[in-house]
């Protein structure tokens, strides 16, 4: 009976070792970072609600700590109230994307911009679904000294297409860029 287990454990041993050696190298330190076998990178956030949806309220954390039970509630969403909402935190999202987006574009390139300066407008509509995001407006404006209008509005377009955020939503997406 010990021969027949230690044949087992040793037949084990062997699919392992060799499952061992076909796996790809580990992630090596670079300069003090782990490199990784791939870009996978995860955030999170997330939401309280407490109550019914027109007299209760809610609170939003960021994985980050940026934002840390920040109210939002259905008068800060439909009303004009003081605090955050979803959309407005979308908007946000969107145009500090489509920034380092265009920084991006704009340096490939081989523009250098100094400034980027973005405003996202949402616009959060009743249709036949409910609530739906139409549109986003990205109304930028960028002091890149030297570039051309058309290499620029080239690489803004790029931007506006390329930037993850911009891929991730289904509304329309129109675009005003400006050289400063």
């Keep these: 009976m010990a021969d027949a287990t230690r044949h087992v454990t040793l037949s084990w041993l062997a699919v392992r070792v060799r499952a061992k050696l076909r796996r790809p190298a580990q992630p090596q330190h670079i300069d003090g970072a782990l490199a990784r076998r791939k870009h996978v990178m995860k955030r999170s956030a997330s939401a309280t609600w407490n109550g019914g949806l027109k007299d209760g309220q809610g609170s939003v954390s960021t994985g980050s700590g940026v934002l840390t039970n920040t109210r939002y509630g259905f008068s800060t969403r439909f009303e004009d109230q003081p605090g955050s909402n979803p959309e407005e935190l979308i908007a946000a999202a969107h145009a500090a994307c489509f920034s380092m987006a265009l920084s991006s574009e704009l340096g490939k390139a081989g523009m250098s911009p100094q400034r980027i300066d973005t405003k996202a407008t949402l616009t959060f509509d009743k249709t036949d679904a409910g609530f739906t995001v139409t549109r986003i407006h990205l109304d930028t404006t960028a002091s890149v000294p030297g570039a051309a209008a058309d290499a620029f509005r ?21 675009l005003e860029a400006k050289l400063a």
């Design 154 to 174: 080239a690489a803004a377009d790029k931007a506006k297409t390329g930037c993850p955020i911009s891929r991730l939503l289904k509304a329309e997406i129109t």
